[in-house]
């Protein structure tokens, strides 16, 4: 895929935190029909850390590979790491400062830094820092999430513009993430407010299932509905089956999950051939099962192997099995975004 048709069809991008997917070779990870990763800004900041990344020749040299490689804001990671308490840091009108828990450093990511840092790590597709947080939030904490989000957007634009040329220069594309937490109309605020703006994609932000575990599909249908039509729709962390299709069908193509491979190193697996697509692999009914995971798959997992295998090797903790599970999960993503385009 060139990035000009990006989000033009459908896309999945697997997560690959660190410069790599786990549990697979940039190889493998290719054999699965994946085009596009995602990786993150606050772990490789940390390590192995700007400078580094530059001497490497930025993450695609470092991993070998050629496809589409879009890098979180860290905005999601402030979140979940600061805001939860898990990391020493607190978020700030101008950013985040944040301790490392490996090294005891000091780091702090304002919008400027965090355009910088993307650029040094050298993805295609870089995303505007924002001020993400939960879902249930007051009214007045969502307005402070909307205000403070477009106002970092647009720093982050003038620096990839300023410092860096914009898309004309480095041929790289700047996208922005809708926040508004389970407010319609602040999602529709935040979105008319970021189109004025202008970014090459529109992502949703925060969380998209409510507490019952249904796509908020009110919030999500507002960023489609204000934003430029010509620009990709980004369902950041859509990621069961079922759910890419319901927010494909009102306008979403590109989508990303850390499920897909988390659960496949933990036994959770694809199956067209079950109810509900979810095969336990780790029950004992497949241990002489020598059928494939999915008798329609293509990947190298159902091409060469059993069901009975793959239950085997993760029983015993062999990585062969992570290996396995993990290619099967991916490719049928990839074969389940392809059947929407």
Known sequence: MELKDFGKK????????????????TQQLKETGTTAIV?????????PGVERMEKLGGIKKMMNWDGIVLTDSGG???????????????????????????????????PERSIDIQMSIGSDILVAFDDCRKTDLTRKEAEISVDRTVKWAQRCKKQFESVYGGTKATGKLLSCVVQGANYPDLRKRCAEELSEIGFDGYNFGGFVVNDKG?????????????????????????????????????????FDTVLVTRNARHGTLYSSDIEGEV???????????????????DCYTCQTHSRSYVHQMLKVGEATGMTLATIHNLRYYQNLVQGLS
């Open 214 to 254: 249904d796509l908020v599909l009110d919030e999500m249908a507002a960023v489609i509905e204000n934003t430029p039509s010509d620009k990709f729709k980004y369902a950041m962390g859509v990621g069961k089956p079922e759910d890419i299709r319901r927010a494909s069908k009102i306008g979403y193509k590109v």
């Open 39 to 47: 990786t993150n800004t606050l772990h490789l900041l940390m390590s």
């Open 76 to 110: 999601f990671q402030v979140f979940s790491l600061i805001h939860s308490g898990k990391w020493k840091g607190k978020v700030h009108e101008d950013g985040a400062t944040f301790k490392s828990p490996l090294t005891g450093d000091v780091y702090e990511i304002t």
């Open 10 to 25: 459908h896309v999945f991008m697997p997560d690959a935190t660190r410069g790599a997917v786990r549990f697979l070779t």
């Open 279 to 297: 095969l336990r692999i780790g029950n004992a009914e497949y241990a002489e099962d020598l059928k494939p995971i999915d008798s329609r798959c």
